[in-house]
């Protein structure tokens, strides 16, 4: 069993900034890789950034330039920080994992409750 916990979110003025962090726990072995997905109402859940155990990173490009991720491996936590943001940046933000059991070699996928985000004046 593994647990993701995401905080940070809130209520933020266009142009503003927030960071999230999510820190993971439990059953883990090893992470391969962390990230950060949105979903606004009505809309389907994107991927927003991704960061590897080996420290690449990949961004959504509606958010390059404003948004970083980054990882403690050794605390499996992960972080956004968020620039510049817009309101279309509001949404919820769901911290995710894929990450290994000293079990198995299975590649779990596992998801955090999510934190919401809010952009406006």
């Known amino acids: 069993q593994v647990q993701l916990v995401e905080s940070g979110g809130g209520l933020v003025q266009p142009g503003g900034s927030l960071k999230l962090s999510c820190a993971a726990s439990?059953?883990?072995?090893?992470?391969?890789?962390m990230a950060w997905y949105r979903q606004a109402p009505g809309k389907q859940r994107e991927l927003v950034a991704t960061i590897t155990s080996g420290g690449t990173t990949t961004y959504a490009n509606s958010v390059k330039g404003r948004f970083t991720i980054s990882s403690d491996n050794a605390k499996n936590t992960a972080t956004l920080q968020m620039n510049s943001l817009k309101p279309e940046d509001t949404a919820v933000y769901y911290c995710n994992a894929k990450s290994r059991r000293a079990y198995n070699t299975i590649l779990y996928n596992d998801w955090g409750q999510g934190t919401q985000v809010t952009v406006s004046s």
């Open positions: 439990g059953s883990i072995d090893s992470i391969y890789s």
